[in-house]
């Protein structure tokens, strides 16, 4: 589905790569080694595992996906609003509950369909809706820009090709991107209800420096890389503790994998978060399901997303 909308939507960022598991253990007296199938990755390095080829990894540069998405709609004729939804209002249809509308910036707009999809923010839409706890986990990451070199008096990019989860010094992973920008992230905190605001988080100095002096420790190529930008972000992530009798079995994710579908206390209301690290591979997948519910397929399974596919299990009729 990305490749097929990266031709749609002309992104240029679309790409397959590799992608490897590498031990490491920091400088040792040898100095740098090179290991044949690791692209990059030259120091301390004890083996390595492939965990993807170009066959069965690719990738494309989230923003520019998100936003050629939004263009795309606008031009097929979805309106954007931007404000602040303060409340969901509901009104009783015979014996049931059903959406009547959303307050936006004090404004009473009418609608019939609510999706909930505000990441680790998710559950602070209480209203009465009863939705499962969200919880948020902090990850730090910088970009750096891979050195350049000089050819004919023209600067090119130094290209990286091969994403690595690392074993050891505390499990950084790295992904890179086209133009000689690279990815790193890691040593992220331990899931908890998030207080900070969106746009708002707060980053870590110590933590910011971890991961560029890890790379210092791994790869002569990327520690001589320049910062060009630092941030924080958190993930949604369900909790994966089963038990909890408060919540519609079918609606907590024990498994720690996406909420995505309808809820049961109101009628229009639907969910879509908890996409955690693997929210690339999930998101497209997640939104045509939740597509085809909202498009009104009566008959729906609750189901979780997995790594290989999505189990579609769609019956019914549009309506």
């Given at each position: 589905?990305?490749?097929?909308?990266?031709?749609?939507l002309?992104?240029d960022?679309?790409?397959r790569l590799?992608?490897?598991?590498?031990?490491?253990?920091?400088?040792?007296?040898s100095?740098?080694?090179?290991?044949?199938g690791?692209?990059?990755?030259d120091?301390?390095?004890?083996?390595?595992?492939?965990m993807?080829?170009?066959?069965?990894?690719a990738q494309?540069?989230?923003?520019?996906?998100?936003?050629?998405?939004?263009?795309?709609?606008l031009?097929?004729?979805c309106?954007?609003?931007?404000?602040v939804?303060?409340?969901?209002?509901?009104e009783?249809?015979?014996?049931?509950?059903h959406?009547?509308?959303?307050?936006v910036?004090?404004?009473?707009?009418?609608?019939?369909?609510?999706?909930?999809?505000?990441?680790?923010?998710?559950?602070?839409?209480?209203q009465?809706?009863?939705?499962?706890?969200m919880?948020?986990?902090?990850?730090?990451?910088?970009?750096?820009?891979?050195?350049?070199?000089?050819?004919?008096?023209?600067?090119?990019?130094?290209e990286l090709?091969?994403?690595?989860?690392?074993?050891?010094?505390?499990?950084?992973?790295v992904?890179?991107?086209p133009?000689?920008?690279?990815?790193?992230t890691g040593?992220?905190?331990?899931?908890?209800?998030?207080?900070?605001?969106?746009?708002?988080?707060?980053?870590?100095?110590?933590?910011?420096?971890?991961?560029t002096?890890?790379?210092?420790?791994?790869s002569?190529?990327?520690?001589?890389?320049?910062?060009?930008?630092h941030?924080?972000?958190?993930?949604?992530?369900?909790?994966?503790?089963?038990?909890?009798s408060s919540?519609?079995?079918?609606?907590?994710?024990?498994?720690?994998?996406?909420?995505?579908?309808?809820?049961?206390?109101?009628?229009?209301?639907?969910i879509?978060?908890?996409?955690g690290y693997?929210?690339?591979?999930?998101?497209?997948?997640?939104?045509?399901?939740?597509?085809?519910?909202?498009?009104?397929?009566?008959?729906?399974?609750?189901?979780?997303?997995?790594?290989?596919?999505?189990?579609?299990?769609?019956r019914?009729?549009?309506?």
């Amino acid at each position: 589905m990305h490749e097929e909308l990266a031709q749609t939507l002309g992104l240029d960022s679309y790409r397959r790569l590799s992608c490897h598991q590498v031990a490491v253990s920091g400088p040792t007296d040898s100095g740098p080694n090179r290991v044949d199938g690791v692209e990059w990755v030259d120091i301390g390095v004890m083996g390595h595992a492939v965990m993807g080829t170009e066959a069965t990894i690719a990738q494309v540069h989230p923003r520019q996906l998100t936003e050629a998405l939004m263009k795309s709609s606008l031009e097929h004729g979805c309106t954007f609003h931007m404000g602040v939804v303060q409340d969901i209002k509901t009104e009783m249809r015979g014996s049931s509950r059903h959406v009547a509308g959303v307050v936006v910036d004090s404004q009473f707009v009418p609608c019939e369909k609510v999706v909930i999809a505000m990441g680790p923010w998710s559950s602070q839409c209480t209203q009465d809706l009863k939705l499962p706890p969200m919880l948020g986990q902090k990850y730090h990451s910088v970009l750096v820009q891979n050195a350049c070199s000089m050819t004919a008096g023209i600067q090119n990019e130094r290209e990286l090709s091969q994403a690595v989860f690392f074993h050891g010094l505390g499990d950084p992973e790295v992904y890179p991107r086209p133009k000689g920008e690279v990815y790193v992230t890691g040593f992220p905190d331990a899931p908890v209800a998030v207080e900070d605001l969106p746009g708002q988080e707060v980053i870590l100095p110590e933590i910011v420096n971890r991961l560029t002096e890890t790379m210092k420790l791994v790869s002569t190529e990327l520690g001589r890389a320049e910062v060009t930008k630092h941030q924080a972000c958190f993930l949604p992530v369900s909790p994966s503790t089963p038990g909890d009798s408060s919540y519609p079995s079918n609606q907590i994710s024990v498994d720690g994998l996406p909420l995505i579908g309808k809820l049961e206390e109101v009628e229009g209301v639907y969910i879509a978060t908890g996409h955690g690290y693997v929210v690339g591979a999930y998101s497209l997948e997640g939104d045509d399901d939740l597509a085809w519910q909202l498009l009104g397929y009566t008959e729906w399974t609750s189901h979780r997303p997995r790594h290989e596919r999505i189990d579609h299990r769609w019956r019914g009729e549009v309506s």
